[in-house]
Nanobody, 115 residues
Framework: QVQLVESGGGLVQPGGSLRLSCAKS????????MAWYRQAPGKQRELVAT?????TYADSVKGRFTISRDTANDIMYLQMNSLRPEDTAVYYC???????????WGQGIQVTVSS
């Protein structure tokens, strides 16, 4: 089993910054991608950014968010700058096993952008 734990969320004013962290533990994984998703109230879950064979971003966060990974310590980060109220959501860490597309999810962490 794989455990994913997010941290670093909270309340920030528009234009501010936050850095989310996702710590991975449990089974040793060899070939996998990691990603950040988010889900706003009343909205569908959306992909924010992925990192693995390639690095991708949703159009809504390009130029503002940066995804990175500390492979040796099994930590993934999402640096979020120039935050907007529409970035308010629960953010989820995701691991996808390449061989079978098996997904693992963190519990989610709240990010609120408001004055």
């Amino acid at each position: 089993q794989v455990q994913l734990v997010e941290s670093g969320g909270g309340l920030v004013q528009p234009g501010g910054s936050l850095r989310l962290s996702c710590a991975k533990s449990g089974d040793i994984l060899i070939a996998y991608n990691m990603a950040w998703y988010r889900q706003a109230p009343g909205k569908q879950r959306e992909l924010v950014a992925t990192i693995g064979w390639s690095t991708t971003y949703a159009d809504s966060v390009k130029g503002r968010f940066t995804i990175s990974r500390d492979t040796a310590n099994d930590i993934m980060y999402l640096q979020m700058n120039s935050l907007r109220p529409e970035d308010t959501a629960v953010y989820y860490c995701n691991v996808r096993i390449l061989s079978n597309s098996k997904n693992y999810w963190g519990q989610g962490i709240q990010v609120t952008v408001s004055s």
